[in-house]
């Protein structure tokens, strides 16, 4: 945190949740980047690399590794003993995903915080444009961007709007984005019972709170598309998850939304149908 500089937060459900400075010196943002990593020793260095080279900010890196099996943890010491910023924490035994990233806030000393998976990477002003976006207004607290998809395929994703009907029929929020660290303390974090889809169901708790979010329109986060990932897992398990999203949330997923979601879903599947047979 910024030498000179308070957070206050104010959370009430319904309400929005307002992180401000109250004090500042005028020194440059601090960012914690945390890196949750598990037999990821080939993508860490890109990873780190990524973050410590971003301009505008200052910034420090977490290094959750979560008892990989190939070099990770070696290469994670490696490359925190080749720059102060960059701190490791290893895990005993595998936690999962979930718990890493939870862990790694423990060591957090950023005004500003990210998640980016140990495979992933910041583009160069990823960092500097989200910050600006939460200094220059003061009731977001939430920034994120749209991303480039590489690596298996290559494409450009827009990420959508920060509101309710939209957020409750699919998440077009990418993962990594910067938040306050207001944010995180008014949520708790991560739902430890949620092994998938938890950045969605982390989203939808901010919009139970009254977090505001929003866009920056440029793609500044890279995403590696590859066979196999926990994207892969959650599809087959899609209706399952939504389920489980609408049981943690149900002052979101009213009745009466329930309904038109599931409205929605039929006109949905009798259109494809239609489609099929035309």
Not at 114 to 129: G, N
Not at 249 to 265: E, I, K, M, S
């Amino acid at each position: 945190m910024r030498p000179g500089v308070r957070w206050a937060a104010t959370v009430r459900l319904g309400e929005p949740v307002r992180i401000r400075a109250l004090e500042s010196t005028g020194d440059a943002p601090s960012v914690s980047v945390v890196i949750p990593c598990f037999n990821y020793a080939r993508f860490l260095p890109e990873a780190v690399e990524s973050a410590l080279s971003q301009a505008g900010v200052v910034v420090d890196v977490i290094i959750v590794d979560d008892a990989s099996t190939d070099d990770s943890l070696a290469v994670a010491h490696r490359l925190a003993a080749s720059d102060a910023r960059v701190r490791v924490l290893a895990h005993p035994a595998n936690a999962g995903p979930v718990r890493t990233f939870n862990d790694g806030l423990t060591l957090v000393s950023g005004e500003f915080l990210v998640r980016l998976d140990a495979d992933d990477m910041l583009k160069p002003l990823m960092l500097e444009r989200t910050v600006a976006l939460l200094e220059a207004n003061r009731s977001v607290s939430i920034a994120y961007t749209d991303w480039q998809v590489i690596g298996a395929t290559s494409s450009i994703l827009h990420a959508g709007p920060w509101e309710l009907a939209s957020m409750c029929v699919v998440n077009r929020i990418p993962y990594c984005s910067l938040y306050s660290r207001g944010v995180w303390a008014a949520t708790g974090g991560y739902n430890p019972k949620q092994s998938l889809w938890e950045d969605y169901d982390f989203w939808l708790a901010c919009i139970e709170r009254g977090v505001q979010g929003e866009r920056v329109s440029e793609p500044l986060f890279l995403y590696r598309a590859r066979p196999g990932t926990r994207t892969d897992d959650a599809e087959p398990r899609r209706a399952q998850l939504f389920r489980e999203l609408a049981r943690n949330h149900p002052a979101l997923f009213t009745p009466r939304l329930r309904f038109q979601l599931l409205v929605g879903r039929v006109r949905r599947a009798l259109v494809r149908r239609a489609g099929l047979s035309g």
